[in-house]
Each structure stands twice: as structure tokens, then as C-alpha cells.
Nanobody, 115 residues
Framework: QVQLVESGGGLVQAGGSLRLSCAAS????????MGWYRQAPGKQRELVAT???????NYADSVKGRFTISRDNVKTSVYLQMDSLKPEDTGVYYC?????????WGQGTQVTVSS
């Protein structure tokens, strides 16, 4: 079981930037795929970006070219650099750690982008 704690959310104007962090309680180096998801009010949770243990990344079309996911050298933290933010990026952002059928979620961090 991996425990995840997100941080870095907040209020930002459109066009601004935020950097989200996700700290894992244990080693995520051994095969965990890490991801960021978001949920806007009244909408389903959706994929934002994922990164495999080998560093392969995947992004939702809506954030390609604006967001960058990364993980640190010892692979206990994952980051989401968000640039050129838009009001439609507003939502609660959740960190996820997945290994096989095991899926672990953080508590979420609020991101609000004002127009």
C-alpha cells in the first residue's frame, strides 16, 4: 500500500503556472505507474497525465504542450508542472499510484484558474 499526499494547488489567473507535488510514503520505483487525474464540479474524474517507472509519459489531449509530468531520481515523488493555465483546468487534482490491480489515491488538491 502506498500513501500519497498532494500539495501545490491554489488560485491562479489564466495564463499563469502552478507546480503540483505528490509525495509517496514508500518506494514507487519498482514498477509503479504514477498519474495525475482531475475532477471538475459536476464532472467525472479524468486522466491528466501518467508516467511509468521507466519514464514514459502520456497526456490528455487537452493539456499536451502545457503540462509536464515528472518523477524524481529516487522515485518517491511525482510532479505536475502546469503552464498556460486555463479556466477549464479548474478542479481537484488527484495523484495516483498504480501497480497491477493495485491503485492508490491521494486526498486531492484544489486548483482554481480565474479568467
Amino acid at each position: 500500500q502506498v500513501q500519497l499526499v498532494e500539495s501545490g494547488g491554489g488560485l491562479v489567473q489564466a495564463g499563469g503556472s502552478l507546480r503540483l507535488s505528490c509525495a509517496a510514503s514508500g518506494s514507487i520505483a519498482r514498477g509503479y505507474t504514477m498519474g495525475w487525474y482531475r475532477q471538475a464540479p459536476g464532472k467525472q474524474r479524468e486522466l491528466v497525465a501518467t508516467i511509468t517507472s521507466g519514464g514514459r509519459t502520456n497526456y490528455a489531449d487537452s493539456v499536451k504542450g502545457r503540462f509536464t509530468i515528472s518523477r524524481d531520481n529516487v522515485k518517491t515523488s511525482v510532479y505536475l508542472q502546469m503552464d498556460s493555465l486555463k479556466p477549464e483546468d479548474t478542479g481537484v487534482y488527484y495523484c495516483n499510484a498504480k501497480l497491477g490491480v493495485s491503485s492508490n489515491w491521494g486526498q486531492g488538491t484544489q486548483v482554481t484558474v480565474s479568467s
